[in-house]
Nanobody, 114 residues
Framework: QVQLVESGGGLVQPGGSLRLSCAAS????????MGWYRQAPGKQRDLVAT???????NYADSVKGRFTSSRDNDKNTLYLQMNSLEPGDTAVYYC????????WGQGTQVTVSS
């Protein structure tokens, strides 16, 4: 059974930082392209970042320079370091795994507000 479990979300003030984690099980983690998506209320789910099995990353323009995605293939864990957070970053953040099949986590809420 495949599981992607996100953690690390919460409430943070503008300008603050959060680090999200996604613990994967049931897949050969190192073989999967991993990613982060987010969905704000009333909006579509948008790509935030992807990271290849080798560690190459791509980011949405809106988060470039502020967010960093990384992975630890030994721990089967994906990370998203989010700095200089803005109210517009408020959303549910989802972990995504793409290989022979695609899988989603359940999401973790990030709220940026003063």
């Amino acid at each position: 059974q495949v599981q992607l479990v996100e953690s690390g979300g919460g409430l943070v003030q503008p300008g603050g930082s959060l680090r999200l984690s996604c613990a994967a099980s049931g897949i050969i983690f190192s073989a999967y392209v991993m990613g982060w998506y987010r969905q704000a209320p009333g909006k579509q789910r948008d790509l935030v970042a992807t990271i290849s099995s080798g560690g190459s990353t791509n980011y949405a323009d809106s988060v470039k320079g502020r967010f960093t995605s990384s992975r630890d293939n030994d721990k089967n864990t994906l990370y998203l370091q989010m700095n200089s957070l803005e109210p517009g970053d408020t959303a549910v953040y989802y972990c995504y795994a793409r290989g022979t099949e695609a899988y989603w986590g359940q999401g973790t809420q990030v709220t940026v507000s003063s």
